[in-house]
C-alpha cells in the first residue's frame, strides 16, 4: 500500500506564491497517476491537477489553470504544486493522491491519500 505526505501548506496574501510537496513511500511512484485536491469548510473535495506516470500528460481544473502547475520527480518518489497567484477562495485543505494507473483526472479513481496540508490566503 502507497502512503503519501503532504508538505509546505502554510498562511500567505494576496497574490503570493507557494510550492506544495508530496512524498510517496511503500510503492514506487511510477506505479501511479498522482493529483492534487483541496477541500474549503462547508464544501466538496474538489479535482485541481493530475499528472500521468511519465509526467507526459497533466490535466487542471478550470479554477487553477494558468496559476497551478504540477510537476513529478520519480525518481524521487515527489510531487508538487506551484501555486501563484493565490486568491482567498484558494483557502482549503489541500490533499495528494494516486491512482494506480496511467492517466486520470476522475476523483474516484484516486484509492490512496495523504492527510492534507492548510493553505490560507489573506486578503
Known amino acids: 500500500q502507497v502512503q503519501l505526505a503532504e508538505s509546505g501548506g502554510g498562511e500567505v496574501q494576496v497574490g503570493d506564491s507557494l510550492r506544495l510537496s508530496c512524498v510517496l513511500s511503500g510503492r514506487t511512484a511510477e506505479d501511479y497517476t498522482l493529483g492534487w485536491f483541496r477541500q474549503a469548510p462547508g464544501r466538496e473535495r474538489e479535482f485541481l491537477a493530475s499528472i500521468s506516470v511519465s509526467g507526459s500528460a497533466t490535466a487542471y481544473a478550470e479554477s487553477v489553470k494558468g496559476r497551478f502547475t504540477i510537476s513529478r520527480v520519480n525518481t524521487d518518489n515527489s510531487m508538487y504544486l506551484h501555486m501563484n497567484n493565490l486568491r482567498p477562495e484558494d483557502t482549503a485543505v489541500y490533499y495528494c493522491?494516486?491512482?494506480?494507473?496511467?492517466?486520470?483526472?476522475?476523483?474516484?479513481?484516486?484509492?490512496?491519500w495523504g492527510q492534507g496540508t492548510q493553505v490560507t490566503v489573506s486578503s
Open positions: 493522491a494516486a491512482a494506480r494507473m496511467v492517466f486520470t483526472n476522475n476523483i474516484g479513481d484516486f484509492r490512496s
